[in-house]
C-alpha cells in the first residue's frame, strides 16, 4: 500500500539554523500538508498546499516557515531561522480528493538547542 | 474556528475490556477522522467518517453529523490498543484543499 514518507526521521539543530525537512507523498495525490505536535500537545495544522501554491496557512505558519514542491514528488517544508519553540514532531499529509482521506507521514522529531 | 472535544481525556482498562471514545464538535462537517497515535508517535489512520458507521475487525465508529459528535467503539481491547486517539475534522464552510482540526485525544492505557 502507497505510503507517505518522511525525511530526516530526526534531526537536531541549533537555534537559528535553518532546517529542511523533506517528504514524499502518495503518488497520485493533489493535496499536500503539513502538521506540527509540541510534545504531550495536540496536532495543529500548519499550511496546505494545491496546484503549487498555498491554499491555507495557519497563524503558527509566520514568515520563517515556508513550502516548496520542487518535483513532482517531494514536497519540503523550511524553517528559516529556528527557535526553541519550534522543536516538535512534524508530519507531512496528503490526500487524492477533497472529500478524501488525509494520509500522515511517520513524522520527523525536531530538536532545537 | 471550530472545536473538538474528545472525551474520556484519560481511559485505563484491562485486556479484553470494551471502550467508547466520543468525539463532540462544534460546527457542521465534511470530513472526519479517527488516529490511532502509537508509542512511536506514528498517526495511524483508522477511520475516515464524516457520517455514518464503518467497522474493521474490533474497531467501529459512528458520526451522527446533524448532531455533531463521533464515537470510537474498541471491542475486546488488546495491550496494542494503547496509545492516543485522535479525531480530526474539517468544517463545512471551509474550503476543499483546508486542514484537519484535531481534539486533544484520548489516552488509552489497556493493562494486561
Known amino acids: 500500500e502507497p505510503e507517505v514518507t518522511q525525511t530526516p526521521s530526526h534531526q537536531v539543530t541549533q537555534m537559528g539554523q535553518e532546517v529542511i525537512l523533506r517528504c514524499v507523498p502518495i503518488?497520485?495525490?493533489?493535496?499536500f500538508y503539513w502538521y506540527r505536535q509540541i510534545l504531550g500537545q495536540k496536532v495543529e495544522f500548519l499550511v496546505s498546499?494545491?496546484?503549487?501554491?498555498?491554499?491555507?496557512k495557519s497563524e503558527i505558519f509566520d514568515d520563517q516557515f515556508s513550502v516548496e514542491r520542487p518535483d513532482g514528488s517531494n514536497f519540503t517544508l523550511k524553517i528559516r531561522s529556528t527557535k526553541l519553540e519550534d522543536s516538535a514532531m512534524y508530519f507531512c499529509a496528503s490526500k487524492r480528493g477533497t472529500t478524501e482521506t488525509q494520509y500522515f507521514g511517520p513524522g520527523t522529531r525536531l530538536l532545537v538547542l | 474556528g471550530i472545536q473538538v472535544e474528545q472525551s474520556p481525556p484519560d481511559l485505563i482498562l484491562q485486556e479484553g475490556a470494551n471502550s467508547t471514545l466520543r468525539c463532540n464538535f462544534s460546527d457542521s462537517v465534511n470530513n472526519l477522522q479517527w488516529f490511532h497515535q502509537n508509542p512511536w508517535g506514528q498517526l495511524i489512520n483508522l477511520f475516515y467518517i464524516p457520517s455514518g458507521t464503518k467497522q474493521n475487525g474490533r474497531l467501529s465508529a459512528t458520526t451522527v453529523a446533524t448532531e455533531r459528535y463521533s464515537l470510537l467503539y474498541i471491542s475486546s481491547s488488546q495491550t496494542t490498543d494503547s496509545g492516543v486517539y485522535f479525531c480530526?475534522?474539517?468544517?463545512?464552510?471551509?474550503?476543499?484543499?483546508?486542514?484537519?482540526?484535531f481534539g486533544k485525544g484520548t489516552h488509552l492505557i489497556i493493562q494486561p
Open positions: 503518488s497520485n495525490h493533489l493535496y
Open positions: 480530526a475534522v474539517k468544517e463545512v464552510r471551509r474550503g476543499g484543499a483546508d486542514g484537519l482540526t
Open positions: 498546499f494545491y496546484n503549487n501554491e498555498i491554499s491555507e
